[in-house]
């Protein structure tokens, strides 16, 4: 139990009405999970206002409520506390409650439209590799240790995310890496967090069903590094063009990496294979088990991170070695007749044009390139059409299909993205995604490569509110028959 006055510490408060020694036993800003002296925080969503479900929570048995505006009825004995942000309050109080668990761990966070979820965990098992005990937050999993804990947004709520902390630090571990995404850095669920420091991988247009324009976008990765202290590192992708932008008001130290102009930390493929490349990072050579120019940024973000925290040069690079690709990301099933699909996650313009070019490289002109992919419901429309030009470019092939329609109608989803192109344009559209990819695996021959694109690690198909299973590699494999991995 902590007191309201110890968790309003770091909090910027309005008015407190009532008493600031009453006690609390957990956070809640969902009315339908508080109990007895909880503390209630009325944060306003997209879809609801917290401040309607006061009353429930006070009549549940919450000893206090954090509020933007103080209701025009109160109750005896129960605290009010009147702020300027709930959701910026929620996130200094949770961190608060669970001690600053942040400050007692190397926490790195890495932002960006793609390649987030390679680099944290290629970090994580790095320094694993090392012998040093990590946490990851990451889209696909979260880990205390060694411990696996179900992801269930890239960047969970501040109280789900300081407890983890508190696991991770209690259990011994020196790291963290964590994802954060627009939405998390917008909704202020990174806000009370101590980062070691930031990375910045790329950004292109995604998520303008949220953010409505791309400037917006931009702001918003923006205000991660905005916020970062002065102890802390900012590594900026010099190569992309907003990668100054993200850093110009940061208070952080700024570090720079790139493959193709002057940076703190360089990077040059020397070779590419379809089992690894050959990189030449800082004057050193290593040979890594990842494909794909996208990767070699990861890596060398990877390894620029893995410095700015202290860690040996020489070390890190033999480390790096060692490390595989992430599930779901530019990950290979193979069929016995030597066809091989690749499923990745790569559901943006830019990042299916990346993974494409990676396979444009390392394929022989023997070999056809079959591309199975969609655009999900409910999200960014205006990338539908771009990644539909994409696939039409570089594949011989190409199959739009249903990924994730939500509440939208599958057909339209694929309409939408059928209107980018030009008229003539070959392409074949099958809704039925397990469908799809059978389709895809009967027209190719021996030796054949299937890209198998959008949803990479995710074992399901949301449809409405439903999730209902489906595995892009099991549907493979139902595909192939028989499995070489």
Excluded at 94 to 117: C, D, Q, W
Excluded at 309 to 323: F, T
């Amino acid at each position: 139990m902590k007191t309201l006055k110890d968790l309003l510490k770091d909090t910027p408060v309005t008015a407190l009405h009532g008493d600031g020694s009453t006690t609390v036993a957990a956070l809640a800003y969902d009315s339908r999970a508080v109990t007895r002296s909880d503390c209630f925080f009325a944060t306003r969503g997209t879809q609801s206002d917290g401040h309607d479900f006061i009353p429930d929570a006070v009549a549940k048995g919450a000893s206090a409520v954090v509020c933007e505006q103080l209701p025009a009825e109160t109750a005896h004995g129960v605290a009010y506390v009147v702020v300027p942000d709930a959701a910026g309050a929620l996130a200094d109080m949770a961190a608060a409650f669970y001690g600053h668990p942040s400050r007692e761990l190397k926490l790195v966070g890495i932002t960006g439209t793609n390649g987030k979820t390679t680099t944290a965990t290629l970090l994580y098992d790095l320094v694993r590799a090392l012998g040093y005990k990590a946490g990851l937050v990451s889209t696909v999993v979260y880990k205390v240790g060694e411990r696996i804990v179900e992801a269930t947004h890239t960047t969970p709520d501040p109280v789900r995310l300081n407890a983890m902390m508190r696991e991770m630090a209690d259990e011994g571990c020196e790291y963290c890496f964590m994802e954060c995404s627009s939405h998390a850095i917008v909704q202020q669920r990174t806000r009370g967090l101590h980062f070691a420091g930031g990375i910045f991988s790329n950004i292109t247009h995604d998520h303008l069903d949220y953010h409505k324009t791309f400037a917006e976008y931009i702001r918003a990765k923006k205000l991660f590094f905005d916020s970062l202290a002065k102890d802390a590192f900012a590594l900026t992708n010099a190569d992309d063009k907003n990668g100054r932008v993200m850093v110009q008001n940061t208070a952080a130290g700024v570090h720079t990496y790139s493959l193709r102009t002057m940076a703190d930390f360089r990077c040059k493929i020397v070779e590419m294979h379809v089992d690894g490349m050959l990189l030449r990072i800082d004057g050193q050579e290593v040979w890594v088990g990842l494909v794909g120019r996208f990767n070699a940024y990861n890596l060398l973000a990877v390894y620029g991170a893995a410095v700015l925290l202290g860690l040996d040069r020489a070390e890190v690079l033999r480390a790096m070695s060692m490390l595989h690709a992430v599930s779901g990301r530019f990950e290979f099933v193979r069929a016995e007749n030597g066809t091989t699909a690749i499923v990745d996650y790569a559901h943006t313009p830019d990042a299916l044009e990346n993974v494409i070019q990676t396979i444009q490289e390392i394929r022989t002109p023997a070999q056809q390139l079959i591309v199975v992919c969609g655009c999900g419901g409910d999200r960014d429309r205006t990338k539908r059409p771009e990644m539909a030009q994409i696939a039409v470019k570089y594949a011989d092939t190409a199959i739009f299909t249903s990924d994730n329609p939500r509440h939208e109608s599958p057909g339209a989803i694929l309409d939408e993205m059928a209107a980018g192109l030009d008229p003539g344009a070959r392409f074949l559209r099958i809704v039925d995604r397990a469908e799809a990819i059978r389709t895809a695996a009967m027209l190719s021959r021996p030796g054949d490569i299937l890209l198998i694109a959008g949803k990479g690690h995710e074992t399901y198909q949301i449809i409405g509110d439903v999730k209902h299973h489906f595995d892009d590699k099991e549907e493979v494999g139902k595909a192939f028959g028989t499995l070489r991995n």
